[in-house]
Every structure is written in C-alpha cells, then in structure tokens.
C-alpha cells in the first residue's frame, strides 16, 4: 500500500500518519518524505520535529519494521544549490534512523555514486511554456530507467507499506 500524497510535506503525513499508515497494521514500513518540504522551505528543525514524531507513533503504535530512505538527488547535477541545501535534510533523515534505532537506506548517496560513474550532465525540466522549472529538476527517478535502479536498489524492503 502507498501513503504517498502528492505535495504533501512531513508536517500533513503526521496529520494523517494514524488513518493511513498505523490503521493499516503494517509489517513494514518504508518512509520517504522531504522533498516537497524542502521546495516549500520547511526549516530544517521543524523537518527534524516532524519526522521524529512520525517515526515515534509508528514505531510506538505498531510492531513493523521501519526503513528510512534519504531523500534523492533533485536533478543531476549534484553541485547544484538544490542538492547542497537538500544534504541537511538527509543529515537529519541519517540521525533520526540512528536515534530511533530503525533501519537507513542511502538512496541518495546510492543515486549520487551512480550519476557521478555514468559521468551525469545536468539536465532541467522546462514547463509547458519552454521555460525552466527550478521546483521539479528531472532526476534520475523520473525516467523508467531510474525506476527500475531504484526498485532494484531498495529490493530488500519488499512487502512494505510506502509513504
């Protein structure tokens, strides 16, 4: 089952994390969010409140095993300001996993080693206008080639409930 809503922040799936994930009495849970805080400008300590309390009331309301993902790269070029300001996210994604004492899955850094070995340009998304959009970067995710690294990637967190 995926929680996912599209645009949603941490601070929404906390609102709903009782109705859509624990309801669901889950296994296992793999969670991926923060980009859509970091495009909107959550702080970064809020993001840490956020994220901590949703790991808290899964793991304090349920029994599953929790799987933290980092959050990808935004477009290819990791030297991009997106993807400096998109590390202190990840930092905090890295610490809450290891304070909560719940499993870390790099799909960043992952993602970031493959770009930088198949020699990554920089790409940009262009809106219906033809003019660029610094929101939604392409990423390596947005094509079915990344979909499939990315299944394969995270292939050992099978039969997962997903936000």
Known sequence: MNARVNGHTSADLLERVDSDIVACRPVAVTILI?????????????????????VD???????ARIVLLSLPPRGEDLDADINHRLAAYNAVIKETAERAKVDYLPVHERMADHLRKRGARARRTTSASGAPSPRRPSTICSDAAGTRWLAATTSNCSSTTSI
């Open 34 to 54: 923060g980009t859509n805080d970091l495009g909107d400008g959550v702080p970064v300590q809020d993001y840490r409140g956020y994220l901590g309390a949703i």
């Open 57 to 63: 009331r899964v793991k304090t309301k349920t029994s």
